[in-house]
């Protein structure tokens, strides 16, 4: 998966992320689906309105449009929040160097994060970025999968952080993808990100 040219595949799902997790024993074969943790229930989100948009800047001309259902289960809402927490930080990071989001990530995860950010180098990214049809897809004790779909199609690759738009921009800036983070609660009562998986259909908008 891995390829000389960086970020080829979607998001989040970076080579080197996708390196980091086979590194850690996840399998090939299911990178591209989301993963449902073992003997854990269907639990979809309920929304009771429609989507509010909330804004999240994470760097000088760069942000994060959430389109995040009102709900009323409070583990949901809470889990929810987990997700866009960690994904705007991520980016915060690339672009601005703070490594906040290292409270939010544990092992595999935790390596496939850092192998992320730091695979940016001296690049950077301005533009915006979305976050829609935000789902709760499985839930067990102190487990859970959460999905969205992302659009990063209002991003673009920087040369360096306050650099030049790089003339042939990657393949995740030219559409939308499935991205699901499996989360861990640990004893602090704090929500992590475990693994990544993500999908290629679905998305469209």
């Known amino acids: 998966m891995m390829r000389t040219e960086k970020r ?44 509010v948009t909330e804004t999240i800047v994470v ?16 583990r949901h809402a809470e889990l929810l929040k ?18 906040s989001y290292l409270e939010r990530v ?21 533009g915006t970025a979305r976050v829609f ?4 897809t499985a839930v067990m004790d102190g487990g859970a999968e959460v999905s969205a779909c992302v659009d990063e199609t209002r ?9 030049v738009a790089v003339p042939d921009q990657p393949g995740w800036t030219r559409a939308a993808y ?3 983070m499996i989360l861990s609660r640990g004893d602090d009562g704090i929500w992590r990100v475990k693994d990544f998986r993500h999908g290629k259909e679905g998305c469209a908008r």
Do not use: H
């Open 133 to 136: 049809a935000m789902n709760v």
């Open 106 to 126: 544990a092992d595999p995860g935790g390596r496939a994060a850092i192998g992320w950010v730091r695979g940016f180098e001296d690049r950077s990214v301005r």
């Open 178 to 180: 499935l991205q699901a």
């Open 8 to 51: 080829q595949i979607p998001g989040l799902i970076a080579p080197v992320v996708a390196v980091a997790l086979l590194g850690a024993g996840c399998a090939d074969a299911g990178a591209d689906r989301p993963f449902t943790p073992r003997k854990a229930a269907a639990a979809p989100t309920t929304a009771t309105s429609p989507a």
């Open 59 to 74: 760097g000088p001309k760069t942000k994060v449009l959430v389109e995040r259902p009102v709900i009323t289960d409070p």
């Open 155 to 163: 991003l673009r690759l920087l040369s360096g952080r306050g650099g």
């Open 82 to 99: 987990a997700f866009t927490d960690i994904y705007a930080g991520m980016w915060r990071a690339v672009v601005t160097g703070d490594e």
